[in-house]
């Protein structure tokens, strides 16, 4: 493992103690398969920088942006991580955590649209001595 990859694993780690309340609340509803079926982990390092929540077989990157996402040099930063993502085939999504207080079930619908539709539940598998 580089060095690099260790301190984004292990700040991630830090960031997941202390989540944003908006990212705790977006969080109890993608978590476990909670849209379309899909995974996500949260605060997961990718390269230099830690997405707020990745589905990494969809490679979809769900960001939560504060205020302090609107001062200039933040902007130019986000930016540039959007552009290193999606150069590595990330598809990026941008909420506010305004949205996520005000329209969660408009967050949630747009996550899904964004995900492959979920998988068609398949009967069981036959049991000895079945046919």
């Known amino acids: ?12 780690k830090q960031l997941r103690r202390k989540m ?12 476990r398969g909670g849209v379309n079926g899909a995974r996500f982990r949260r605060q997961h390092p990718i390269g230099p920088y830690i997405a707020d929540f990745a ?8 960001e939560v942006d504060g205020y302090t996402h609107w001062t200039s040099e933040q902007l130019e930063h986000d930016t540039r991580r ?6 590595r085939g990330w598809r ?3 909420v506010t955590s305004a949205d ?6 408009g967050v949630w619908e747009t996550i899904a649209h964004h995900l492959p539709p979920p998988a068609a539940s398949q009967p ?5 001595g079945e046919e």
Do not use: G, H
């Open 20 to 31: 944003p309340r908006s990212e705790a609340l977006l969080w109890s509803y993608i978590r």
């Open 92 to 94: 990026v999504l941008r």
């Open 100 to 105: 996520v207080y005000d329209n969660l079930s």
């Open 55 to 62: 589905c990494v077989a969809a490679k979809l990157v769900v």
């Open 1 to 12: 493992m580089r060095d690099n990859e260790k301190q984004s694993r292990e700040f991630a």
């Open 82 to 87: 959007t552009k290193y993502l999606s150069e």
């Open 124 to 128: 069981p598998p036959p049991q000895a």
